[in-house]
């Protein structure tokens, strides 16, 4: 497999500091019109039971909706063509790189909510027959599909292509199950004259990509 590395921007924070104004040896007096505003603002500031009450019910909320978010994960799970193989990720160095991809991203990062989503993960197969890049399929529904039929568009940012609306059969037998919140990866394979377009996108990972029609089983499984 080729690997392409991501190169990660170093940004450096400046911080401009003035100088201190010079104290006085002698702290001025407040005047009455200070000493009113200091007192309107300390009022300002006391909350009252009502107020105290919202605000503690907003944290609640806020704290609920985030819980949520930390709780859902997405599960990398390798296609039973691998596993058929008798790959895993603790044997296989592409697997284990993909199941890191998928851990270490956020939630948020990973796919479309209600739906199944086609992400491209920068890393590709070359060899002497044929050339794979290798995608994530995500579907964070509460559904299970398989024998999955699609078809994919994958085009540079400036719209060159490497796909445009290809079709794809994803069969049980080769695919598998892709089940509730589960991330599996897909290798298509392309033109070899599309390399060079491939490469790229794989540097730049400057990409558009859509899945263009979706038609699939379903099966009854518990989530």
Do not use: W
């Amino acid at each position: 497999m080729k690997k392409i590395a991501m190169s990660l921007s170093a940004i450096l924070l400046l911080s401009a500091c003035g100088d201190r104004p010079p104290e006085s040896e002698e702290p001025e007096e407040p005047t009455e019109q200070q000493s009113s505003e200091n007192v309107n603002e300390q009022e300002n500031e006391i909350e009252t039971p009502e107020n105290e009450q919202t605000n503690e019910t907003e944290q609640n909320e806020n704290n609920g909706s985030n819980q949520n978010d930390e709780e859902q994960i997405i599960t990398f799970v390798p296609q039973k063509s691998d596993l058929d193989a008798g790959l895993s990720v603790e044997s296989d160095e592409t697997l284990a790189e993909l199941e890191g991809l998928v851990e270490n991203a956020d939630y948020s990062e990973i796919g479309i909510e209600d739906d199944v989503a086609i992400q491209y993960t920068g890393l590709y197969y070359e060899t002497d027959d044929s050339i794979q890049p290798i995608f994530m399929l995500t579907n964070k529904t509460d559904q299970s599909f398989t024998n999955m039929d699609m078809t994919v568009s994958f085009k540079s940012a400036e719209g060159d292509p490497v796909f445009d609306q290809e079709k794809f059969h994803l069969s049980e037998d080769e695919f598998g199950i892709l089940k509730p919140y589960t991330s599996m990866p897909l290798y298509l394979t392309i033109d070899p004259t599309k390399l060079e377009t491939l490469e790229n996108i794989s540097k730049t990972r400057n990409e558009q990509i859509s899945i263009d029609y979706f038609d699939f089983e379903t099966v009854d499984e518990a989530i």
